[in-house]
């Protein structure tokens, strides 16, 4: 069989099949099955003709197969972590934050944020100023600090006043600067 007959067979056409189906395919499915999978699970979680748990669950698959997508390197883990934080943050804006799920948690969402950056963020903005002099590497891990903090003027909306969220206001004000 041909890559074009496969593509058009109705089967392989992940966007058709049930979330139990997707979730079974899943568990076994290898890098480039894993992304579609976690393309097609968001998509499902975006739509609006879904009741809000089942969307969350859609969700939930995406996350779980992005967790699962191959790589160990340091713009691998910036790309999982990004679709992760990007996914959570939407799901808490338009499906509303749950107490049960600590996926779908602002506090959570925010600690998790903290624990992905390995600068402070007045070090990032130190770095931001002069980020043309930088060597590239340096250059791109200001790249991934500015990709894992892109949601964070949502998920400050969320936060209750503290530390926690003090500290995402300095990322989030640092943000713009970053390269």
């Given at each position: 069989?041909?890559?074009?007959?496969?593509?058009?067979?109705?089967?392989?056409?992940?966007?058709?099949?049930?979330?139990?189906?997707l979730?079974?395919?899943?568990?076994?499915?290898?890098?480039?099955?894993?992304?579609?999978?976690?393309?097609?699970?968001?998509?499902?979680?975006?739509?609006?003709?879904?009741?809000?748990?089942?969307?969350?669950?859609?969700?939930t698959?995406?996350?779980?197969?992005?967790?699962?997508l191959?790589?160990?390197?340091?713009?691998?883990?910036?790309?999982?972590?990004?679709?992760?934080?990007?996914?959570?943050?939407?799901?808490?804006?338009?499906?509303?934050?749950?107490s049960?799920?600590?996926?779908?948690?602002?506090?959570?969402?925010?600690?998790?944020?903290?624990?992905?950056?390995?600068?402070?963020?007045?070090?990032?903005?130190?770095?931001?100023?002069?980020?043309?002099?930088?060597?590239?590497?340096?250059?791109g891990?200001?790249?991934?600090?500015?990709?894992?903090?892109?949601?964070?003027?949502?998920?400050?909306?969320?936060?209750?006043?503290?530390?926690?969220?003090?500290?995402?206001?300095?990322?989030?004000?640092?943000?713009?600067?970053?390269?």
């Amino acid at each position: 069989m041909n890559a074009d007959a496969d593509h058009q067979d109705p089967s392989r056409d992940l966007s058709t099949w049930t979330i139990e189906r997707l979730q079974s395919f899943a568990s076994s499915a290898r890098s480039r099955q894993l992304e579609a999978v976690r393309v097609v699970a968001q998509d499902h979680a975006y739509r609006t003709g879904q009741p809000r748990e089942v969307r969350r669950q859609w969700a939930t698959l995406s996350l779980q197969a992005n967790q699962r997508l191959p790589g160990d390197g340091l713009w691998d883990r910036a790309r999982t972590a990004h679709q992760n934080f990007m996914l959570r943050m939407w799901v808490i804006d338009h499906l509303g934050p749950d107490s049960e799920d600590q996926s779908w948690s602002p506090d959570t969402l925010a600690t998790d944020t903290i624990a992905a950056l390995s600068l402070t963020s007045t070090e990032a903005r130190a770095l931001a100023n002069h980020w043309r002099d930088l060597a590239v590497e340096q250059i791109g891990e200001l790249r991934r600090h500015k990709n894992l903090t892109a949601h964070l003027d949502r998920l400050i909306q969320h936060l209750q006043p503290g530390s926690v969220r003090d500290r995402l206001l300095a990322w989030a004000e640092t943000h713009q600067y970053l390269p």
